[in-house]
């Protein structure tokens, strides 16, 4: 079904109305800077096939009927371009089944305009027996700096954890701080540190349950992201199709990574849960998308 000029022009409308929302708790001065960085995301899920070539071979988006058509049309336009590594099992390409999850976002031009882009693409094994498993045995979420609290700042952190053998963190830092408040470049870095130092005490303290076969089993450490959300009382999350608006925080790489795909970015993951990296899921080589 094609979209017409009304259906654009409505999900402009409410793009502009979760900007401005955003916009609407910012202080007076100093903030022109950090305006200008402001985004809106909408996450997607859904499954994918690949050949044996690591061409597409059929995908599935989730409840598209909740999705503006002008979204469902450009996640289409990228997909349909995707190549990926071959899955070798026992030697030999397979074709193979992973869900998906990814992040569109959309950003204000100068011009008034509004750009779009795939910003992540997730791919994770379909059947739950194939996954290298991990679970939290302690898992206390941080508490909230009384600070944050006073200046009303909300966002989320993306935690990169090293867990070894033993189930113990052996390193933890923090990849990205995505804010959902707007303030001078200065104050937002300060805020980012409140919740940074947070997510960082009380996740040097939580232990893992593996249950890694093969020859995961006896890797030294294994990498886990968390992504952490700090909301006040009352705040919900969005819900699947909706728009939701932060500033995006620099992204440091973690000192230990090693082949991780060009391009990646945590935001698509669901917070609140670890996700293992490198969990035997499919390896995109083609470039995430074209922007619209």
């Not at 305006?35 to 996450?43: C, M, T």
């Not at 819900?239 to 620099?250: F, L, N």
Request: include cysteine; charged fraction near 25%.
């Amino acid at each position: 079904m094609a979209h017409t000029k009304n259906d654009w022009m409505t999900h402009r409308w409410l793009l502009s109305a979760a900007l401005l929302l955003l916009s609407c708790t910012a202080s007076a001065s100093g903030t022109e800077v950090v305006r200008k960085q402001v985004e809106a995301s909408l996450g997607l899920t859904g499954t994918i096939e690949v050949s044996r070539d690591g061409s597409v071979q059929s995908y599935v988006i989730d409840k598209v009927e909740k999705l503006p058509e002008v979204i469902v049309k450009f996640v289409h336009k990228n997909i349909d371009s995707w190549k990926f590594e071959p899955v070798m099992v026992d030697g030999k390409a397979v074709a193979i089944r992973n869900n998906m999850s990814m992040l569109v976002v959309a950003k204000k031009q100068d011009d008034g305009q509004y750009l779009m882009r795939l910003q992540a693409a997730n791919f994770y094994p379909y059947k739950v027996e194939e996954r290298r498993q991990i679970a939290s045995k302690t898992f206390t979420p941080p508490n909230y700096p009384e600070a944050a609290i006073r200046n009303g700042v909300t966002g989320t952190v993306y935690l990169v954890l090293k867990i070894g053998r033993d189930g113990k963190v052996q390193d933890a830092i923090v990849e990205q701080v995505n804010l959902r408040i707007i303030d001078s470049e200065h104050r937002m870095q300060r805020y980012r540190g409140w919740l940074a130092d947070a997510s960082l005490e009380v996740a040097r303290k939580w232990e893992f349950s593996s249950s890694a076969s093969g020859e995961q089993a006896s890797d030294p450490f294994r990498t886990v992201r968390v992504p952490l959300d700090f909301l006040f009382q009352g705040m919900a999350t969005p819900k699947y199709g909706e728009w939701q608006t932060y500033v995006p925080g620099p992204r440091q790489r973690y000192p230990w990574a090693e082949n991780e795909d060009p391009g990646y970015s945590p935001e698509a993951l669901t917070a609140g849960s670890p996700h293992i990296v490198d969990d035997g899921g499919l390896r995109l080589v083609t470039p995430m998308g074209t922007e619209g």
